[in-house]
């Protein structure tokens, strides 16, 4: 089991403060979504967690297994087990995207993974993810498709197994199909061993990503936490009952 504990969380950026006394736990087994309309601090929580040092944390803590991950760089926070699909993810020309997985993976592990072990286990999630086949010859996300992207940090999930996965708009751009792939994709991931924290603007991811819990985030504050009938409430008059 693994648990993720936000307390107290504030970040600003350019001295702008962005998040403000954000409270969250997350058990591996869960799902938390967090809704919320534009620029309200979604992304700005994941990657604050992540470690992008653009933000500064201005109090607060962020506790993986207990330990504090604040202190540590970003690459630590990854071995440490935490996981962050961005919202765009970059593109990385000159570098393969199954050489950065393997290195990535080589990196979590503190070991040189196997190459033929590797490459197998990569193709064959890879073709669960509905992939195409030139896929571990290309450069890293260059001239994916939004969809193609977004199925490759779902394949990225699946290679690294993080204890923590973040997934910023992981739905985004995708149509009716890939929703599903990713979607059962990422669901069945989701136990024991890996908790989720799924932002996202749309209820139907949820329809393959079961919450357990709905979080609207209003101005950088949690302000309201329940289950499924927050999604209706929100799909019928946006975040207007939200907004005190
Ligand atoms: P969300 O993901 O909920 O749409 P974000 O976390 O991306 O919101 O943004 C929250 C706020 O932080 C917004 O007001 C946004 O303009 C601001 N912000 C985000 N990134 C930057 C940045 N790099 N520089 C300045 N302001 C930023
Ligand atoms: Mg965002």
Do not use: C, W
């Amino acid at each position: 089991m693994h648990k993720l504990e936000i307390k107290n969380f504030s970040v600003k950026i350019e001295d702008k403060q962005i998040l403000k006394n954000v409270n969250l736990t997350i058990n591996s087994g869960e799902v938390h979504a967090i809704m919320g309309p534009n620029g309200t601090g979604k992304s700005t929580l994941a990657s604050a967690i992540m470690g992008n040092p653009i933000y500064e944390v201005t109090s607060g803590e962020v506790l993986l297994d207990g330990v504090n991950i604040l202190e540590m760089p970003v690459d630590e926070r990854a071995r440490a087990g935490l996981f962050l699909a961005m919202q765009n993810p970059i593109e990385v020309p000159g570098v393969t995207n199954s050489t950065f997985m393997r290195e990535a993976l080589s990196a979590k592990e503190g070991k040189r993974v196997n190459l033929l072990e590797f490459a197998m286990d990569y193709e064959k999630k890879a073709t669960e993810l509905e992939m195409r086949e030139d896929l571990p010859h290309r450069y890293l996300n260059q001239g994916f498709s939004g969809g193609e992207k977004k199925r490759n940090e779902v394949l990225q999930l699946k290679v690294l197994k993080p204890k923590i996965a973040m997934l910023d708009e992981i739905d985004s751009g995708l149509d009716v199909d890939a929703l599903r792939i990713v979607g059962t994709n990422v669901n069945d991931m989701v136990g024991p061993e890996m908790g989720v924290l799924l932002i996202t603007h749309y209820q139907r991811i949820l329809e393959y990503i079961k919450p357990t819990f709905v979080h609207v985030m209003i101005g950088g504050t949690i302000v309201k936490t329940g289950g499924m009938e927050i999604i209706h409430e929100i799909e019928e008059n946006g975040y207007v009952n939200f907004i005190g």
